[in-house]
């Protein structure tokens, strides 16, 4: 498919403070659309970024088929950044409209969308390690019709913004709290794909874990409420006795990128991983027991996040709530330093793009 190119006439990045980034504040210039109409992708653009227009009447407002993914671009040097796993992203992408009856988009054309845009919006690309230039694809029903059906037009827009830390305590620990009132996924639903509706209905309790003093609420399942499964926005990892546990995928957990990385670097430093469930009691157990060496997140937004407390009915695991542990150290260090060109790539998960 030919991609339209159009550059704007009037860049706003002189009016940008690289040194002041909030996460998802700031868009850069130029942003990419496709529609889809027909039985077909029909159409694809770069063009400046700026406000869509839309029917009251469109599906998405009112059904909710609307799908995300969330990446990074890395500046590596004068003329190259490097997108991380791009082709696992649009994977995940395309299964997310799968389980939300969308159209999948070809593999190729997600990628070269990212790399025209990435090219047209270079400078955008902060260069100091510890920032990096967010990625957001978006797609939604847009057939303007009131219907409880599958919508037969869709829009995709990726737009992008330069960040720092995702998390305002930055590089510090986070504190996490369980909730017995709420659930996010359960099997059968849409827990594993990236559906605008999941985050929607995970605000309330996150919100009152926020006004409690808690940075996140660490998810339990939904029949039993006492299986770990995720973070609101992070997968979640546990470092017991020497052996690195996560929860396993099942449906009710989102497959992330940054799980995967992980896992195999984790590996290839031969330490046992365990994908399995986990209980909130197993935790305090190992953290009675003194096994409990660590615990983190790991997600696009914060890459690692190190966790130094989980609390539950009342009451709480206590970790290094000062600094971030040396594993967990470790596996921020190795993935950053891929990602910014720094270290070794093994796996080729990095797909570099050239301006010149």
Same mark, same amino acid.
């Given at each position: 498919?030919?991609?339209?190119?159009?550059?704007?006439?009037?860049?706003?990045?002189?009016?940008?403070?690289?040194?002041?980034?909030?996460?998802?504040?700031? !868009?850069?210039?130029?942003?990419? /659309? #496709?529609?889809?109409? $027909?039985? =077909? @992708?029909?159409?694809? *653009?770069?063009?400046?970024?700026?406000?869509?227009?839309?029917?009251?009447?469109?599906?998405?407002?009112?059904?909710?088929?609307?799908?995300?993914?969330?990446?990074?671009?890395?500046?590596?040097?004068?003329?190259?950044?490097?997108?991380?796993?791009?082709?696992?992203?649009?994977?995940?992408?395309?299964?997310?409209?799968?389980?939300?009856?969308?159209?999948?988009?070809?593999?190729?054309? !997600?990628?070269?969308?990212?790399? /025209? #845009?990435?090219?047209? $919006?270079? =400078? @955008?690309?902060?260069? *100091?390690?510890?920032?990096?230039?967010?990625?957001?694809?978006?797609?939604?029903?847009?057939?303007?019709?009131?219907?409880?059906?599958?919508?037969?037009?869709?829009?995709?827009?990726?737009?992008?913004?330069?960040?720092?830390?995702?998390?305002?305590?930055?590089?510090?620990?986070?504190?996490?709290?369980?909730?017995?009132?709420?659930?996010?996924?359960?099997?059968?639903?849409?827990?594993?794909?990236?559906?605008?509706?999941?985050?929607?209905?995970?605000?309330?309790? =996150?919100?009152?874990?926020? *006004?409690?003093?808690?940075?996140?609420?660490?998810?339990?399942?939904?029949?039993?409420?006492?299986?770990?499964?995720?973070?609101?926005?992070?997968?979640?990892?546990?470092?017991?006795?020497?052996?690195?546990?996560?929860?396993?995928?099942?449906?009710?957990?989102?497959?992330?990128?940054?799980?995967?990385?992980?896992?195999?670097?984790?590996?290839?430093?031969?330490?046992?991983?365990?994908?399995?469930?986990?209980?909130?009691?197993?935790?305090?157990?190992?953290?009675?027991?003194?096994?409990?060496? *660590?615990?983190?997140?790991?997600?696009?937004?914060?890459?690692?996040?190190?966790?130094?407390?989980?609390?539950?009915?009342?009451?709480?695991?206590?970790?290094?709530?000062?600094?971030?542990?040396?594993?967990?150290?470790?596996?921020?260090?190795?993935?950053?330093?891929?990602?910014?060109?720094?270290?070794?790539?093994?796996?080729?998960?990095?797909?570099?793009?050239?301006?010149?």
């Amino acid at each position: 498919m030919k991609i339209t190119i159009t550059p704007t006439d009037n860049s706003k990045i002189s009016k940008i403070d690289f040194e002041n980034l909030n996460f998802g504040r700031v !868009f850069s210039d130029h942003m990419a /659309e #496709l529609h889809y109409k $027909d039985g =077909a @992708w029909q159409s694809a *653009e770069i063009k400046p970024y700026g406000p869509i227009s839309f029917e009251p009447s469109m599906m998405a407002l009112h059904y909710g088929q609307a799908i995300f993914e969330g990446m990074k671009a890395y500046f590596s040097g004068d003329t190259t950044i490097n997108l991380f796993r791009p082709f696992d992203h649009a994977r995940r992408f395309n299964n997310s409209a799968r389980r939300l009856c969308m159209p999948e988009i070809d593999e190729n054309l !997600f990628v070269e969308l990212l790399e /025209e #845009l990435l090219k047209l $919006d270079f =400078a @955008w690309v902060p260069k *100091e390690q510890g920032r990096a230039l967010y990625i957001r694809p978006v797609m939604f029903a847009s057939e303007e019709y009131l219907a409880a059906k599958v919508s037969e037009e869709y829009k995709l827009f990726i737009i992008t913004s330069p960040v720092g830390a995702y998390y305002s305590e930055g590089f510090n620990p986070v504190k996490l709290t369980t909730t017995s009132d709420f659930v996010r996924a359960v099997k059968g639903g849409t827990g594993e794909a990236k559906a605008a509706g999941n985050y929607g209905g995970s605000f309330l309790p =996150a919100k009152k874990a926020q *006004e409690n003093g808690f940075t996140q609420v660490l998810w339990l399942d939904a029949t039993e409420h006492k299986y770990v499964e995720e973070v609101g926005t992070m997968n979640i990892f546990f470092l017991i006795d020497g052996t690195l546990i996560t929860p396993k995928l099942g449906g009710t957990v989102l497959p992330g990128i940054t799980r995967r990385s992980v896992i195999a670097l984790a590996d290839k430093w031969n330490v046992p991983v365990e994908e399995r469930r986990i209980s909130v009691d197993e935790l305090f157990e190992a953290h009675d027991n003194n096994k409990l060496e *660590e615990v983190f997140g790991a997600g696009t937004a914060a890459v690692i996040s190190p966790v130094g407390l989980i609390h539950h009915n009342g009451k709480s695991i206590t970790l290094d709530q000062e600094k971030i542990g040396p594993f967990a150290k470790k596996m921020f260090d190795n993935i950053t330093g891929i990602q910014y060109g720094k270290k070794e790539d093994p796996y080729g998960w990095v797909h570099p793009v050239s301006i010149s």
